[in-house]
Nanobody, 118 residues
Framework: QVQLVESGGGLVQPGGSLRLSCAASGNIVSINAMGWYRQAPGKQRELVGTLFSNGNTNYAAAVKGRFTISRDNDWNTVYLQMNSLKPEDTAVYYC????????????WGQGTQVTVSS
């Protein structure tokens, strides 16, 4: 399994930027994909974006063109670079990891709060 710890959240003004980090430990050699989800008050958790081991990525339409997922070569750390932030981006952001184990339901971080406000 993989253990994940997010950091980098905070308060930022609209139009500003933040970079979230997700530190991974455990069986990181078996990681197939890592990504980010977010959950705003009163809403369901939604996918932000995913980075796959083959280099492919996917992003939610709401963040495409503004957010970018990247990683260290050994999956030790995954990043979410957030630019042109909007108040609608306010949420708790969660890191996610999935291994090559077909029975793996994924690992989750504890979440980090991002607040976009003047």
């Amino acid at each position: 399994q993989v253990q994940l710890v997010e950091s980098g959240g905070g308060l930022v003004q609209p139009g500003g930027s933040l970079r979230l980090s997700c530190a991974a430990s455990g069986n990181i050699v078996s990681i197939n994909a890592m990504g980010w989800y977010r959950q705003a008050p009163g809403k369901q958790r939604e996918l932000v974006g995913t980075l796959f081991s083959n280099g492919n990525t996917n992003y939610a339409a709401a963040v495409k063109g503004r957010f970018t997922i990247s990683r260290d070569n050994d999956w030790n750390t995954v990043y979410l670079q957030m630019n042109s932030l909007k108040p609608e981006d306010t949420a708790v952001y969660y890191c996610y990891a999935h291994t090559f184990d077909p029975t793996d339901n994924g690992s989750w971080g504890q979440g980090t709060q991002v607040t976009v406000s003047s």
